[in-house]
């Protein structure tokens, strides 16, 4: 059995980011807000777990599992967790 504990890339009284190779998967709990900026990579989130407020530019959504979420490079998003929520991350060009 090949078994290797996930490395934790940042923790805080949000949850946190754990390294799984060339994705993130991240747990957020609820009321929490992530990810209020823009950044110059293509990102994909995949939202497994809850349901959250997601905001993308000047529109805002309720977005419940299962979904995937393309945000293009350079665009504000904002994701408020309205449960408890699991979602996995790929950032093309980190």
């Known amino acids: 059995m090949n078994l290797k504990e996930l490395k934790i890339l940042k923790s805080d009284d949000r949850g946190a980011i754990f390294d799984c190779d060339k994705v993130k998967f991240i747990r957020r709990k609820k009321c929490s ?3 209020d ?3 110059e990579d293509n990102e994909i989130l995949y939202l497994v777990n809850g349901e959250i407020e997601l905001t993308i530019a000047d529109e805002t ?3 419940s ?3 995937k979420i ?3 490079p350079n665009v504000y998003h904002r994701i408020l967790a309205l449960s408890d929520i699991g979602m996995i991350e790929i950032r093309e060009g980190e």
């Open 33 to 35: 807000v992530s990810a």
């Open 65 to 67: 599992v299962p979904t």
């Open 37 to 39: 900026h823009s950044h």
């Open 61 to 63: 959504n309720i977005i």
């Open 70 to 72: 393309v945000i293009p």
